[in-house]
């Protein structure tokens, strides 16, 4: 084997292994919830603890249909690059409207060319850095959380199978492309799909002690009435 071989065998496992890591951390972040803590919405207009992990699923599908796109691409010869328009994708920073995201296409694609890798994961974690989700992902409320749960864990299966089964595929050259997310090949998605879920597991923690702070509160409500 070449040492360039082993180097992209060395960071495609590096890279599977934090996603496994991350969804361990996720799963045993929930692992004892109940459906009313999966459910209860302590500030009014943010998601539930059980809306941020069917975002992270729905995320993780539509990732793995790029992923598999890519696949079938390569097995038959065809072009082996996926490019997503804001109208596809309309993930966006910040309050920037999502209305005038096709207006700006362009500069954000020229500009994406110049972030490093490791700096979009890096703002991909960052909870300081302020992201509006896609419409794709967005969230279905009141899901069983036995069921999310479980479906966490299959959905990082799946992944893993797919990646397995077709490990003799030289990943570097499938590539999906975004304005906003840049030129990523697929052992760099699946960095950035670790840190998306670093970004969001701040986001469990802080409802969870959302949550175990209002808990003392709504009791003593309960027992004044």
Sequence with gaps: MSVQARDDTAM???NLDALRSARKQSLAMVADLSQHEFDERPYPRKWSIGEVL???LLFDRFLMQD???LINATRSGQPTVIRHSFSEVNVAPGFFPKALLPMVEIPFTL???FVP????DTLARSRL????HPDIADPRRGRPADELRQELRSSLETIEQ???DNSDIDFRKLHVQHPLLGDNNVMQLLSFMASHEQRHQGQIADLKHRLHIDQPTRE???DES
């Design 162 to 164: 797919l990646l397995l």
């Design 54 to 56: 069917d975002h992270l």
């Design 129 to 132: 850095i302020r992201i509006q």
């Design 117 to 120: 890798i490791c700096l979009r």
């Design 67 to 69: 992923i598999a796109r």
């Design 12 to 14: 495609f496992q590096r």
């Design 111 to 113: 500009s994406s060319l």
């Design 220 to 222: 003593r409500a309960v």
